[in-house]
């Protein structure tokens, strides 16, 4: 009996001891396990109902394609047009102009007389007499007579008397033979017309009236003349020295 009481106790023992392994909860390691969100559809554009419509996107609506419209007013400026710029062709080189041959110096003649005003007069008598033509002005025809008398050159001048046609004029006691005068003829014109003369000597000087050698100008191919002259209105005076 004693035995069958162990024995008894022994299963009774074991049995509480199954029973409380069996209650006590299992420890059981766990990893989080992440959770991926979806993504968030994206809102919709609003519909524009005219109203909320930019000034410049609603004038572009109905302008013609390629305009320009002012961000602020919505004003349109018009299509943009694009200019291509050609490029400028080289000026052409200017045609070469051949030089002008140089005049052939005048042929000088010898000293006529001591006095340069007489040998100057002498020269022109000369030039006269033989019908030497000059074509020309009739600056150009004192010029040549002074270049063939040796007063060419301003070294061999002398500037007496310098004014404008339009004056006052030169005293007529300052006037000597030989002297170059620029004087006005044709006072009546506008602009008043002009002549050069080479002074030989008085006719009349009260009337301001002079014997003198003239070519007869406007590039008329002549020789001088020698004749009477009004050169009371006298603007210029060149004489020729040594």
């Not at 930019?54 to 400026?77: F, N, R």
């Not at 008398?149 to 300052?174: F, M, Q």
């Not at 006719?203 to 001088?224: L, M, T």
């Amino acid at each position: 009996m004693l035995a069958g009481s162990i024995a008894s106790a022994m299963i009774g023992g074991l049995y509480a001891s199954v029973a409380r392994v069996a209650d006590t909860p299992a420890s059981v390691a766990v990893t989080p396990v992440p959770v991926l969100e979806e993504p968030a559809e994206p809102e919709a554009a609003p519909i524009l109902d005219g109203h909320d419509v930019p000034l410049d996107a609603l004038a572009l609506l109905h302008a013609e394609p390629g305009s320009i419209v002012e961000p602020e007013t919505g004003v349109v400026l018009g299509p943009l047009t694009v200019t291509r710029l050609a490029h400028a062709a080289p000026p052409a080189p200017a045609p070469r102009v051949a030089p002008r041959p140089a005049r052939a110096p005048a042929p000088s003649v010898p000293r006529l007389h001591a006095d340069p005003g007489y040998h100057v007069i002498l020269t022109a008598r000369r030039m006269i007499a033989q019908n030497q033509v000059v074509q020309g002005s009739c600056y150009r025809y004192l010029s040549e007579v002074f270049a063939r008398a040796g007063h060419e050159g301003w070294r061999n001048r002398r500037t007496v008397y310098g004014g404008r046609a339009s004056g006052p004029y030169a005293d007529l006691g300052l006037i000597r033979p030989g002297d170059w005068l620029y004087i006005v003829n044709h006072p009546d014109r506008t602009p008043v017309g002009t002549h050069s003369v080479l002074f030989v000597g008085w006719e009349d000087r009260a009337s301001g009236y002079a014997r003198v050698i003239e070519h007869s100008g406007w590039g008329a191919p002549s020789a001088g003349q020698e004749r009477s002259y009004d050169v009371s209105r006298t603007y210029r005076i060149i004489r020729p020295v040594l």
